[in-house]
């Protein structure tokens, strides 16, 4: 890669960096701010009801599942 293409990724990296960080910062702040959740709250206990009718139940996180499908990606025997 031509050096004046990687110093010109590298700046890219940087803006991105330094911009989501700032992105966070303002989000933080915007949670903070005193009237968020008295402003929101209708949208959030839309949201929360939303979930609570489509719940479904579970009998299991998925966790073990995922676990076996990471081991046979990397094909280690396991003890079923």
Same mark, same amino acid.
């Given at each position: 890669?031509? #050096? &004046? =293409?990687? =110093?010109?990724?590298?700046?890219?990296?940087?803006?991105?960096?330094?911009? +989501?960080?700032? $992105? #966070?910062?303002? =989000? $933080?702040?915007?949670?903070? /701010? +005193?009237?968020?959740? &008295?402003?929101?709250?209708? @949208?959030?206990? =839309?949201? $929360?009801?939303? /979930? !609570?009718?489509?719940?479904?139940?579970? @009998?299991? &996180? +998925? @966790?073990?599942?995922?676990?076996?499908? !990471?081991?046979?990606? $990397?094909?280690?025997?396991?003890?079923?």
């Amino acid at each position: 890669m031509k #050096d &004046s =293409k990687r =110093k010109e990724i590298e700046k890219w990296i940087e803006t991105w960096e330094k911009s +989501g960080s700032a $992105l #966070d910062r303002v =989000k $933080l702040n915007e949670l903070r /701010a +005193g009237g968020y959740y &008295s402003k929101n709250q209708m @949208l959030l206990d =839309k949201m $929360l009801q939303y /979930a !609570f009718e489509h719940r479904e139940l579970r @009998l299991s &996180s +998925g @966790l073990i599942e995922q676990q076996k499908k !990471f081991i046979q990606e $990397l094909k280690i025997p396991c003890n079923d």
